[in-house]
């Protein structure tokens, strides 16, 4: 298993850009699938978006899908999510996680969690 660590949420303002990283501490980060996923006060988690072990395939969610962008740089153990055109819809706690199912989209898919970073989209 990889351990997940995210960074690089704050508060920004409508239509501005954050970037999100997730960094693993495990020396197999290259052979998992990664996905990100957000969780808004008062809703479910729900899917983001994400990117299979070498980076060649990616997967959005509708409501980002042309926005957002997810890769990942191996040769670092990290995953990113740069996020443009922020909407005040977008706040909520981002997390990004570690799977074996190939560009996975539940929850359930993934095994590995990181602790979360909180995007506020703010005027």
């Known amino acids: 298993q990889v351990q997940l660590v995210e960074s690089g949420g704050g508060l920004v303002q409508p239509g501005g850009s954050l970037r999100l990283s997730c960094a693993s501490s495990g020396r197999t980060f290259s052979t998992y699938n990664m996905g990100w996923f957000r969780q808004a006060p008062g809703k479910e988690r729900e899917f983001v978006a994400a990117?299979?072990?070498?980076?060649?395939?990616?997967y959005y969610a509708v409501s980002v899908k042309g926005r957002f962008t997810i890769s990942r740089d191996n040769a670092k153990n990290t995953v990113y999510l740069q996020m443009k055109s922020l909407k005040p819809e977008d706040t909520a706690v981002y997390y990004c996680?570690?799977?074996?199912?190939?560009?996975?989209?539940?929850?359930?898919?993934?095994?590995?969690w990181g602790q979360g970073t909180q995007v506020t989209v703010s005027s």
């Open positions: 990117i299979n072990w070498s980076g060649g395939s990616t």
């Open positions: 996680a570690a799977g074996t199912v190939l560009v996975a989209t539940t929850q359930g898919q993934y095994g590995c």
